[in-house]
């Protein structure tokens, strides 16, 4: 099993729809989680870390599943401008612990 | 702040050539590292470095060398530039490596011919 998988779509939503999207990840001693966002020909930024009970920002959701080994990324009422590609992120227990970063999943809001 | 910044922006080199891809950061962070993007290859760690005088091999190593002889500047130098290593090279720093926010430079296009 790699080390960090996503479906890396397109996923070609109309705008207003809600889209959702998984991220898997094999190392059981991962401690943090985090989704960022790249545009075309841009250096990805964070959108949002994923915290154990599950967190929201405005129209977006992360949660966390422990058991099964896997975060995603809930996007209600899609924008136009949501158009993007998204990265998660997982990172070990230790300091010195690469961070993996998954291939991403492209999104495409369709007008 | 001007947070991580990456020079240059765009480099031709030709085969054989060598490089280095400068990257200072101004957050006092720990921890940087350096990235190579390809299309459908995603993300893929290079090098990293956990704090100045420490750095260690990421996932593909094999062509660059890196060091870090202060907190913030992290260059990554192409020992001889092959047209495999075409790809886009991000530089990014955090507060340490695990538990915060990776900030991003905006990118070296490099080309080799």
């Known amino acids: 099993r790699k080390e960090v998988e996503q479906d890396p779509g397109p996923f070609n939503v109309p705008e207003g729809a809600t889209v959702a999207f998984n991220c898997t990840y094999s190392?059981?001693?991962?401690?943090?989680f985090f989704w960022y966002r790249q545009d075309c020909r841009k250096e990805p930024k964070l959108l949002m870390s994923v915290y154990s009970s599950g967190n929201e920002d405005g129209r977006f959701t992360a949660q966390l599943n422990r058991a099964s080994q896997y975060i995603s990324l809930l996007i209600r009422d899609s924008k136009l401008s949501d158009s993007a590609t998204y990265l998660c992120v997982v990172n070990g227990r230790d300091r010195d612990d690469k961070i993996i970063f998954g291939k991403g999943t492209r999104l495409h809001i369709l007008p | 702040n001007a947070g991580v910044t990456q020079t240059p922006k765009f480099q031709v080199l030709k085969t054989g050539q060598s490089m280095t891809l400068q990257c200072a950061q101004d957050?006092?962070?720990?921890?940087m590292s350096w990235y190579r993007q390809d299309p459908g290859m995603g993300l893929r760690l290079i090098h990293y470095s956990v704090g100045a005088g420490i750095t260690d091999q990421g996932e593909v190593p094999n062509g660059y060398n890196v060091s870090r002889s202060t907190t913030e500047d992290f260059p990554l130098r192409l020992l001889s530039a092959a047209p495999s290593q075409t790809s886009v090279y991000f530089c990014?720093?955090?507060?340490?490596?695990?538990?915060?926010?990776?900030?991003f430079g905006p990118g070296t296009r490099l080309t080799v011919t």
């Open positions: 190392n059981s001693a991962s401690q943090s």
């Open positions: 957050m006092n962070h720990e921890y």
């Open positions: 990014a720093s955090s507060l340490t490596g695990q538990l915060y926010e990776q900030y």
